[in-house]
């Protein structure tokens, strides 16, 4: 299919992400941290694309819709640079390839926390997230990348 000038593309995406994550520190002082560890993130995948090309006179829709676990290996550091003040970069990744399927996941933060108690903090900073999965199949071929780049705000609690 060619989309020519003209012709519209038309793309709804209402997918979701859940990510449950467990990190070991291996170094752990009052001014640094730093860890490694892993977790399982829920992909929901719900996206619609309606092609409409020649005028209308050929139109093709497509839904893709399902929920992928994907399990993770993260990393990431931590500096108090005061009292209630620290800065935090995360690395969250995975990569398969089964079968006539591949896939990837990169998931990126920098991140500014402030300490309103030793219990709760309120924070925020950059992510930029990346999925990718490829099918190469003698019944089914196709591409499914989804990223965003995004400023975050966001309430903690510990405990």
Do not use: C, H
């Not at 935090?88 to 591949?102: A, E, H, N, R, Y």
């Not at 998931?107 to 997230?129: H, K």
Request: hydrophobic letters at 40%; glycine letters at 12%.
């Amino acid at each position: 299919m060619v989309i020519d000038p003209g012709d519209s593309v038309a793309t709804e995406d209402k997918s979701q992400l859940i990510a449950v994550n467990w990190s070991y520190s291996f170094v752990n002082t009052s001014k640094y941290e730093a860890w490694l560890g892993a977790g399982l993130n829920f992909q929901k995948i719900d996206k619609t694309i309606d092609i409409n090309v020649g005028g209308g006179s050929n139109q093709l829709q497509e839904d893709a819709k399902g929920t992928v676990p994907i399990p993770t290996f993260n990393f990431g550091g931590r500096w108090n640079f005061s009292k209630r003040w620290r800065m935090l970069v995360m690395q969250q990744m995975f990569g398969i390839k089964v079968g006539d399927f591949s896939g990837k996941l990169n998931n990126t933060r920098l991140l500014a926390e402030y300490g309103i108690t030793s219990n709760f903090g309120i924070g925020g900073g950059f992510e930029r997230f990346n999925f990718e999965v490829d099918a190469e199949g003698d019944d089914f071929a196709g591409q499914l990348d989804t990223s965003y780049s995004a400023f975050t705000l966001y309430l903690k609690g510990q405990f």
